[in-house]
T-cell receptor, first 111, second 114 residues
């Protein structure tokens, strides 16, 4: 079945690195995504990775993919208070492109 | 560039009243369209998706329905709201193609059923 799991909460200090983890079950997913949701807002696409890649870097964001273990992570370098939000990972669901979302990780950045 | 609009931003409705939430997309043609609900527990539940005008797929049985009267218009409706319909409703679109087709979300509608 399709299931995407994330830890619910992560607290870091401003300037530290944050690592948000995600596990998924559908090995046929071709793309995996990270979204950010600020309070009261919709989801904003942050980055994505193709399933034949191990790593993707985009400015302060680094995505690591371990396809064998079906594990995805998002590292945010030099975390800022503006990074406080809920972060969702998602896998695509095949031909219909229905994204399956994780439960979301609330990132709290302490000044 | 493509944009997606949802309205209203917030809505308070009594139990038993009807509902109509509207979503429109600009700057693209023949998009896939989606309605998600986000309950207080944070998870996102896919309610409906559409691959074309008049084509609606329902993911979960419920008190809600969806319609797509035009290519870039997606409407979420209910004839009689229940308390359990309260939540944050998100509309999204994606391009219709294989490969990388991320969803792009609107700003959401906060629905409170009283």
């Amino acid at each position: 079945g399709e299931d995407v799991e994330q830890s619910l909460f992560l607290s870091v200090r401003e300037g530290d690195s944050s690592v948000i983890n995600c596990t998924y079950t559908d090995s046929s997913s071709t793309y995996l995504y990270w979204y950010k949701q600020e309070p009261g807002a919709g989801l904003q696409l942050l980055t994505y990775i193709f399933s034949n890649m191990d790593m993707k870097q985009d400015q302060r964001l680094t995505v690591l993919l371990n396809k064998k273990d079906k594990h995805l992570s998002l590292r945010i370098a030099d975390t800022q208070t503006g990074d406080s939000a809920i972060y969702f990972c998602a896998e695509n669901g095949g031909a219909t492109n229905k994204l399956i979302f994780g439960t979301g990780t609330l990132l709290a950045v302490q000044p | 560039s493509q944009t997606i609009h949802q309205w209203p931003a917030t809505l308070v409705q009594p139990v038993g009243s009807p509902l109509s939430l509207e979503c429109t997309v600009e700057g693209t043609s023949n998009p896939n369209l989606y309605w998600y609900r986000q309950a207080a527990g944070r998870g996102l539940q896919l309610l409906f998706y559409s691959v074309g005008i008049g084509q609606i797929s329902s993911e979960v049985p419920q008190n809600l329905s969806a319609s797509r009267p035009q290519d870039r218009q997606f409407i979420l409706s209910s004839k009689k709201l229940l308390l359990s319909d309260s939540g944050f409703y998100l509309c999204a679109w994606s391009a219709v193609r294989w490969g990388n087709s991320p969803l792009h979300f609107g700003n959401g509608t906060r629905l409170t059923v009283t």
